[in-house]
């Protein structure tokens, strides 16, 4: 029986060896271990792949996350307190990285299709508090930027992002939400973010070989302040202005990640292929395909998930395609309102859950949650491999 597992990060690296072993020990030699040139030159590299004009490398993806927003209190662009429209389906770190920011975060449901959040639900989670809108681009098919672009714009709000899930994917004239390699800054006429943030976990499209993440941004200023935040608040050394943390992108992770990221387009292009493969041939009606945006180059496919009609169906599932050899993840299997750490405030009411005037029912978050079910995608799987799960697929009853 062919053995296929989720993700094989080892067999990811393999083709790659020489160029991190070179990597890692050119870094050694240097004697320079943390914010040194090889940390200079990803951000660089890697802002100007996403089309923005300054990159800030921190520890991870969540704090990329909080740092972007604790930037944007410093520069007087939020408030302590204020509200921030985050989708219900996301994974926990979004909403941690809100409530670590200070922010207060307002749970808006999913689009259906995309798995995204909604444009046409915000205006039914705004309050008089509402300051900015986090959007993410979940499994790796950008939001509906322009949607939410066009919402902010009409009720004055910041728009940040949550990229953890979607290096490369790529709308209009940028890439991240963000742009085409081809453009230049000056031809571009897209609405922008304040910033967007992304994780470099090792399982991600773009993974290093440990935790790493980057702020990206067209403001000069936004990027200076994340960057002293995640160097204890100090841009000269022992003069702290701000309340910082140590969150910086080490070198041997930044020389890792400039070894791989030529190869992320042709990554991402495999993984397009396959998901092709995988919504032209899956026959089954038990299992619902997701949706291939117009433009392919929306998607990065990060994960491949499906649906099935119920939560007893998706358990057979996932247990039929373990029989065959074929490994699968849930993405997420409690939406962050259910987890334990959101549980109750002092008063006994539920942190994520609104006290008044919204919705207090997340019915799509949770029936995903029920029913959806990622199986392998990685650009390293062969065609017989996805032969194999095409036909596992189409064989399975219930």
């Given at each position: 029986?062919?053995?296929?597992?989720?993700?094989?990060?080892?067999?990811?690296?393999?083709?790659?060896?020489?160029?991190?072993?070179?990597?890692?020990?050119?870094?050694?030699?240097?004697?320079?271990?943390?914010?040194?040139?090889?940390?200079?030159?990803?951000?660089?590299?890697?802002?100007?792949?996403?089309?923005?004009?300054?990159?800030?490398?921190?520890?991870?993806?969540?704090?990329?996350?909080?740092?972007?927003?604790?930037?944007?209190?410093?520069?007087?662009?939020?408030?302590?307190?204020?509200?921030?429209?985050?989708?219900?389906?996301?994974?926990?770190?979004?909403?941690?990285?809100?409530?670590?920011?200070?922010?207060?975060?307002?749970?808006?449901?999913?689009?259906?299709?995309?798995?995204?959040?909604?444009?046409?639900?915000?205006?039914?989670?705004?309050?008089?508090?509402?300051?900015?809108?986090?959007?993410?681009?979940?499994?790796?098919?950008?939001?509906?930027?322009?949607?939410?672009?066009?919402?902010?714009?009409?009720?004055?709000?910041?728009?940040?992002?949550?990229?953890?899930?979607?290096?490369?994917?790529?709308?209009?004239?940028?890439?991240?939400?963000?742009?085409?390699?081809?453009?230049?800054?000056?031809?571009?006429?897209?609405?922008?973010?304040?910033?967007?943030?992304?994780?470099?976990?090792?399982?991600?499209?773009?993974?290093?070989?440990?935790?790493?993440?980057?702020?990206?941004?067209?403001?000069?200023?936004?990027?200076?302040?994340?960057?002293?935040?995640?160097?204890?608040?100090?841009?000269?050394?022992?003069?702290?202005?701000?309340?910082?943390?140590?969150?910086?992108?080490?070198?041997?992770?930044?020389?890792?990640?400039?070894?791989?990221?030529?190869?992320?387009?042709?990554?991402?292009?495999?993984?397009?292929?396959?998901?092709?493969?995988?919504?032209?041939?899956?026959?089954?009606?038990?299992?619902?395909?997701?949706?291939?945006?117009?433009?392919?180059?929306?998607?990065?496919?990060?994960?491949?998930?499906?649906?099935?009609?119920?939560?007893?169906?998706?358990?057979?599932?996932?247990?039929?395609?373990?029989?065959?050899?074929?490994?699968?993840?849930?993405?997420?299997?409690?939406?962050?309102?259910?987890?334990?750490?959101?549980?109750?405030?002092?008063?006994?009411?539920?942190?994520?859950?609104?006290?008044?005037?919204?919705?207090?029912?997340?019915?799509?978050?949770?029936?995903?949650?029920?029913?959806?079910?990622?199986?392998?995608?990685?650009?390293?799987?062969?065609d017989d491999e996805v032969s194999e799960i095409i036909g596992a697929l189409n064989e399975f009853v219930c």
């Amino acid at each position: 029986m062919m053995k296929i597992p989720f993700l094989d990060l080892k067999q990811v690296n393999a083709p790659y060896m020489d160029a991190l072993k070179e990597a890692a020990s050119a870094v050694v030699e240097s004697g320079w271990y943390i914010r040194g040139s090889y940390c200079e030159k990803f951000e660089k590299e890697f802002a100007s792949y996403c089309g923005f004009a300054h990159g800030v490398g921190v520890g991870n993806g969540l704090d990329a996350l909080t740092l972007m927003l604790r930037a944007s209190i410093e520069l007087g662009w939020l408030n302590p307190g204020d509200e921030i429209l985050v989708p219900a389906n996301t994974y926990i770190a979004t909403v941690l990285a809100v409530n670590a920011a200070g922010l207060v975060p307002v749970l808006v449901e999913p689009d259906e299709k995309t798995f995204n959040i909604d444009p046409a639900k915000l205006a039914d989670a705004c309050t008089e508090k509402t300051r900015g809108i986090l959007a993410v681009h979940l499994y790796g098919r950008l939001a509906d930027m322009p949607a939410i672009w066009k919402f902010a714009s009409e009720c004055g709000l910041l728009v940040f992002e949550d990229a953890a899930q979607s290096h490369g994917a790529f709308l209009d004239e940028r890439r991240g939400s963000t742009s085409s390699p081809t453009e230049t800054r000056d031809e571009r006429k897209v609405v922008k973010s304040a910033a967007i943030a992304y994780s470099f976990y090792p399982t991600k499209n773009l993974g290093a070989l440990g935790d790493a993440g980057v702020v990206v941004t067209d403001d000069a200023e936004l990027a200076n302040v994340v960057r002293m935040l995640g160097n204890y608040g100090s841009e000269k050394k022992y003069v702290n202005k701000y309340r910082g943390v140590n969150s910086r992108l080490d070198e041997i992770q930044a020389a890792f990640l400039l070894a791989k990221l030529p190869h992320l387009d042709a990554w991402n292009a495999r993984r397009r292929e396959i998901a092709a493969r995988y919504c032209s041939e899956v026959k089954n009606p038990l299992i619902l395909l997701p949706e291939i945006p117009a433009d392919p180059h929306e998607h990065v496919w990060h994960v491949f998930t499906i649906r099935t009609p119920d939560r007893a169906i998706r358990d057979a599932l996932q247990k039929f395609l373990e029989t065959r050899g074929i490994g699968t993840l849930v993405f997420y299997p409690i939406p962050p309102h259910l987890q334990e750490a959101y549980a109750t405030r002092p008063d006994g009411a539920n942190f994520l859950l609104p006290t008044s005037g919204l919705s207090a029912k997340f019915p799509i978050t949770e029936a995903m949650a029920d029913t959806i079910i990622s199986i392998p995608v990685s650009q390293v799987l062969t065609d017989d491999e996805v032969s194999e799960i095409i036909g596992a697929l189409n064989e399975f009853v219930c």
